[in-house]
């Protein structure tokens, strides 16, 4: 018999520690778990010269397609198949090809962003912030886009002063309100434990685990 899907919503800023959070419930689980990064779903910009998508916003809740997103979930909880876009932060848009996405048990919306839109709030039974001081976070960003992505520092600490760290504050941070649980300093053991507990009795709860 095919199990209702349990989708956590996992959300707080740049470098927080979202996606080790997520990947620690995939291991540890023991469950079938789909991770829906909110990145792939940047809005298409390819109308756009290289130069004005350097330019863009992508901090904004408006660099997201919200609309998009959501089918996908619905689609997903409705036991389809989805097409999920991918995205090339190298060239700041998304490529031509798309990966194919079962429905599984678990799905886990991962982003900075995550908790922000009402529409995918309410798909969501269980709503997680990652909470890391912001020194810890610059530099894990600095890490990640100047060896995995191939930026200049220069680049990167502007951007995060012009618009990530403001965004931060003006849009990432307030979804905190809507979260059920708040894992402090990133990969933190015990609350990372305590959220895998969480999501095993909320299934069970919700008859997608056996008892």
Request: hydrophobic residues 40%; charged residues 30%; negative net charge.
């Amino acid at each position: 018999m095919t199990r209702p899907s349990f989708v956590v919503g996992i959300a707080g800023g740049t470098g927080a520690g979202k996606t080790a959070v997520a990947r620690e419930v995939k291991d540890a689980v023991g469950e079938a778990v789909t991770r829906i990064p909110l990145d792939n779903y940047y809005r298409d910009l390819s109308r756009l010269p290289m130069e004005e998508r350097e330019a863009v916003n992508y901090d904004h809740p408006s660099a997201f397609e919200w609309e998009l997103l959501v089918d996908h979930l619905d689609r997903l909880l409705a036991g389809e198949t989805i097409e999920m876009p991918q995205y090339d932060f190298a060239v700041h848009n998304r490529v031509p090809e798309t990966v194919t996405v079962e429905p599984t048990p678990i799905v886990i919306v991962e982003g900075i962003l995550a908790l922000y839109e009402s529409e995918v709030r309410e798909l969501l039974d269980l709503s997680v912030y990652v909470q890391t001081d912001a020194d810890v976070r610059i530099l894990r960003r600095i890490q990640r886009d100047v060896i995995e992505r191939g930026r200049d520092l220069e680049g990167v600490v502007d951007q995060y002063l012009g618009t990530v760290k403001p965004m931060h504050e003006q849009f990432v941070e307030p979804t905190k309100k809507h979260a059920d649980v708040i894992i402090p300093e990133g990969m933190n053991r015990s609350a990372v434990d305590l959220l895998i507990e969480k999501i095993n009795a909320e299934m069970r709860d919700h008859g997608t685990l056996e008892a």
